[in-house]
């Protein structure tokens, strides 16, 4: 098919918003099936073509992710002294409605839950963050625009990736 001759991607917005004093859900709505965007989350080899924000010129050096109830991620950007790690462990693996883990880097690291609803061809993914005490506003606000570069580049990957048989 030439591009001319495709139909224009549907577009939808990243909510960002402050649920309580600690918690901070994004929401989405995806162009794909509920099983694809799941796969981008748990899948290394999926995950790290979307996740590392373009602009910000970070190169995901690492991703191991073994997503199942009481497995474990680690995620790295950058090497050597510039490099900076993420780990935590998966408290809920639900194929493909649910995700729970923690964020261990830090003390101050917030319990993650990522929901999945099926919509058809669409899926509405809405993540929450549930920190120990209330995140800085620069830090809810950084999230808009860090997320939405995030989730345009799952859009471009869901788009690439081959129809469901």
């Given amino acids: 098919m030439r591009q001319s001759d495709q139909p224009e ?5 990243t909510t960002v918003q402050r649920k309580s ?3 901070v859900t994004v929401s989405r709505t995806f162009e794909g099936p509920v099983r694809a965007v799941f796969d981008a989350w748990t899948r290394p080899e999926l995950f790290k073509l979307w996740w590392a924000p373009k602009s910000m010129g970070a190169v995901l050096s690492g991703c191991e992710i073994d997503a199942r109830t009481g497995g474990g991620y680690r995620i790295t950007f950058g090497a050597g002294a510039e490099s900076a790690t993420f780990f935590g462990k998966y408290l809920e693996v639900t194929p493909p409605s649910r995700l729970v883990w923690t964020n261990e880097e830090s003390a101050d690291g917030p ?5 999945f609803e099926d919509r058809g061809a669409q899926t509405l993914l809405v993540l929450s963050e549930l920190h120990p005490a209330e995140p800085p506003a620069e830090a809810v606000e950084g999230m808009q625009v860090m997320m939405s570069e995030q989730f345009a580049q799952l ?3 869901l788009a690439s990736l ?3 048989t």
């Fill in 162 to 164: 081959p129809e469901p």
């Fill in 155 to 157: 859009d471009d990957l």
């Fill in 111 to 115: 319990v993650t839950t990522v929901t």
């Fill in 21 to 23: 004093e600690r918690e």
């Fill in 9 to 13: 991607r549907a577009t939808y917005a």
